[in-house]
């Protein structure tokens, strides 16, 4: 898709698809903060495109002030439901890659929150990352895997099972002792 193109299908759909892209980006992530906090990234993928669909065809109703017009137009309401979504996901990736910081982070929570991306639910990660980075700072009895093994699974979702907690915090040990050494 050539640069015209994207310009072409954003003034064909026009300035609402924008602004209900806005309201369908803040609509998933409050979804995806409260209801889907412990669930798959995956299922979580094809929010916007559900809400952007919904947030349209009843746009679609109030702007044409018949509730039947979604029936009638239901390839329009999907097609522009559908373009909804796209333009949610695009600022959503905006916002992450341009807009939210993680400089709040050490080195060593960053490489903590990769290791652990997986693993921990994306609402927590950042937050597991510094507890356990914390604990094996505080660490004086040289067993810092097995307090990052604790909060790991106070953390991680129930499909994570004990083993699966048990190398992940042995990794992290082994990671963080590796670039210590090599500074």
């Known amino acids: 898709m050539t640069f015209i193109q994207i310009i072409d299908t954003f003034t064909f759909y026009g300035v609402d698809v924008l602004m209900l892209a806005f309201a369908t980006t803040c609509a998933t992530q409050i979804f995806k903060k409260f209801l889907f906090k412990n669930s798959k990234k995956k299922l979580v993928t094809f929010l916007p495109f559900i809400i952007g669909t919904f947030l349209y065809a009843a746009y679609a109703a109030i702007r044409n002030l018949n509730f039947f017009y979604i029936f009638e137009e239901y390839a329009s309401i999907a097609e522009h439901g559908f373009s909804v979504g796209m333009a949610s996901t695009v600022y959503y990736v905006l916002y992450e890659q341009f807009v939210r910081e993680k400089d709040g982070m050490t080195s060593t929570e960053k490489i903590i929150t990769t290791l652990i991306e997986g693993y921990i639910p994306a609402d927590s990660v950042e937050k597991a ?21 604790e909060i790991l699974a106070e953390y991680s979702g129930e499909e994570v099972n004990e083993r699966d907690i048990q190398l992940l915090s042995k990794l992290i040990i082994e990671t963080l002792a590796h670039v210590t050494t090599v500074k």
């Open 129 to 149: 990352a510094k507890a356990v980075a914390e604990a094996i700072q505080r660490d004086v009895t040289g067993n810092g895997a097995v307090r990052a093994q």
